[in-house]
């Protein structure tokens, strides 16, 4: 609580400061126009979305806000729109008012901003009156989450400057880094146990490998399979912290004396590299995990073909990513217990939404993002049309103390919506398939869903794996990870820090990576010292004291701030 009350007490600071300076939300106008407000939102167009302007939530917003929307579209792929972009802002072009889904990285679109590109929405955040709806629904959201997102928000330069419009995910399901699915069907007919730590995970694969649990008569099955990054998809994520907890995001860890170290260069780290060396050797493991961040291979493996037969044994990712809906297959998987360390992330967020130099009515697009932000059209952006399937919706608000599907005895959930159909991976007209503007809270129905009356037992089970998974997390991180004093938070370094270091912790970061692949694939040899230290010697040569000083500074002066 100490820690939200600062937050907010600098907030209010921060509101008062530009209020003195006369730095209140400045008044703009849509020059030249006599009638209804146009906006035009640039956006990556999405196979998905068979058409954007007969399209339910646009023309939903367009009801709400009494503006006109106009697209312009950019290529899918983000290196296409960031060439796409430059070009524009090189030649002088003038921009969309709105630019919806741009991954631009912090560095590239802080850059912009400072060059004025970008319009500063600090004004328009900091007016209290004008910011009321996204505060509220901010507020929302859990402390650790609001603390490290309103840094995140604001310039790493430190003038408070905020280039980008937020997005945020809270949610109960989307948080965990893996979530993993055991067929227990072939458990049972190979009369196998559940596996409960390395060595017999690798047990069962070896036995799921050779023994055909599928009963085909065909070596066809593949032991375990992941991605490198679909949403809770974390493969290697899950392997390496049995071993040694690794947080991918942050990178560091802390010891007894409030010292960083890195789990790069630790033993068990390696350790945990030999594992997955054996298990893609052998055959046991896919070796997608390494490099496809797509679930659509997991689902063919699960959901085969009418009369074809699973494939699959283990399965590490989201489950609606990893198995088609409504398909019997789930029927076979449970969740997979968990051992070692379990890695929360306290919500998604994505800076990817901005105001750009051309627009002239950024009240108006100020007013389109509040709009975007709201409980309503959160779920809209997420689920499309509302109404039941006779009104050709796809979801309703649900009755008043509904009981959610994510709700148990020991942590009763009141449900927010009623889900007939969800369209997200189906093409159609009813939203844009699109997140990126607004705070989607418990992700505005995955885990907030009525669990209706009559229920198949198929969607039935989903529910109950979410909890289990919940469940085994949970458990696992009460009972095996460190103590939250030796988890280092998120470290947002400061823009002279990033001059002086951040080309040392990208170089850095690279070789991990690179080297982590390697030894994984058999590329290099996880087992020869030699070929070890070499990848250490060249983290040293390629700036890892530098990397690890910057991150010591920054997390020293991250903990003064919290306990000041």
């Known amino acids: 609580m100490k820690r939200i009350i600062a937050l907010l007490l600098c907030v209010v600071s921060v509101m008062s400061l530009f209020a003195a300076c006369g730095g209140k939300a400045e008044k703009t106008s849509n020059k030249g126009s006599d009638g209804p407000v146009t906006l035009t939102i640039g956006i990556p167009k999405s196979s998905m979305v068979s058409d954007y302007y007969n399209n339910y939530y646009t023309q939903w917003l367009e009801e709400k806000t009494g503006y006109k929307l106009e697209f312009q579209f950019f290529a899918t792929g983000a290196q296409d729109y960031k060439t796409q972009l430059s070009t524009m802002i090189a030649g002088n072009r003038t921009l969309p008012d709105i630019l919806l889904g741009f991954d631009l990285g912090t560095d590239l679109y802080e850059r912009y ?8 929405l600090a004004p328009y955040f900091n007016d209290e009156e004008a ?3 996204w505060w509220e629904r901010f507020r929302l959201t859990d402390e650790y989450s609001q603390e490290n997102n309103w840094r995140r928000m604001q310039a790493a330069d430190g003038s408070g400057a905020i280039y980008a419009f937020p997005e945020l995910q809270d949610s109960m399901i989307d948080i965990m880094d893996y979530q993993v699915w055991i067929n227990q069907a072939w458990l049972d007919k190979l009369g196998l146990p559940m596996p409960t730590n390395p060595d017999e995970l ?25 991605t490198s990054g679909a949403l809770s998809g974390q493969t290697m994520s899950w392997l390496i912290n049995m071993f040694i907890y690794w947080d991918r995001n942050i990178h560091f860890n802390v010891d007894e004396s409030g010292k960083l170290y890195s789990p790069y260069r630790a033993d068990e780290y390696r350790e945990a590299l030999k594992y997955v060396r054996k298990l893609i050797k052998e055959g046991l493991l896919a070796s997608q995990v390494l490099t496809s961040s797509s679930a659509n291979e997991m689902k063919q493996l699960v959901t085969p073909a009418e009369g074809g037969a699973q494939l699959a044994g283990v399965v590490c990712g989201h489950l609606t990513l990893c198995f088609v809906q409504d398909d019997p297959g789930i029927l076979n998987y449970e969740a997979l217990p968990m ?22 009515n950024v009240d108006a697009a100020w007013n389109l993002l509040m709009t975007m932000t709201t409980e309503e059209s959160a779920v809209i952006q ?13 979801w309703t608000w649900a009755p008043e103390g509904t009981e959610s599907i994510m709700s148990t005895a020991e942590k009763p959930h009141s449900a927010q919506i009623r889900l007939y159909k969800d369209t997200w991976s189906t093409i159609g007209n009813d939203n844009w398939r699109n997140v990126e503007a607004t705070i989607l809270l418990n992700a505005e129905g995955e885990g907030n869903q009525a669990v209706p009356e009559e229920e198949t037992e198929v969607r039935q089970h989903k529910y109950d794996l979410f909890n289990q998974a919940l469940a085994n997390y949970n458990k696992q991180i009460a009972e095996h990870n460190p103590k939250d004093e030796l988890i280092c938070p998120l470290l947002v370094w400061s823009a002279e820090y990033k001059e002086e270091g951040k080309a040392a912790a990208d170089d850095c970061k690279t070789i991990v990576s690179r080297y982590r692949t390697d030894f994984c694939l ?12 070499e990848y250490l010697a060249e983290l040293d040569a390629k700036g890892f004291d530098m990397w690890l000083f910057y991150s010591q500074a920054t997390y020293d002066e991250t903990m003064a701030a919290k306990n000041g």
């Open 202 to 226: 690798y047990d069962v694969l070896v036995a799921f490998k050779t023994k055909d649990p599928n009963g085909n008569g065909l070596p066809d099955e593949i032991p375990l399979t992941g």
């Open 522 to 533: 058999g590329t290099k040899d996880i087992n020869d010292d030699k070929a070890w230290s």
């Open 339 to 360: 051992w070692g360390n379990c890695i929360f992330h306290e919500n998604t967020h994505n800076f990817t939404t901005f105001v750009t130099r051309d627009c002239q």
């Open 382 to 394: 997420r689920y499309g049309k509302q109404g039941t399937p006779e009104e050709g919706g796809t």
């Open 113 to 120: 901003g400072r060059d004025g590109v970008f319009v500063d």
């Open 131 to 133: 910011s009321a709806i």
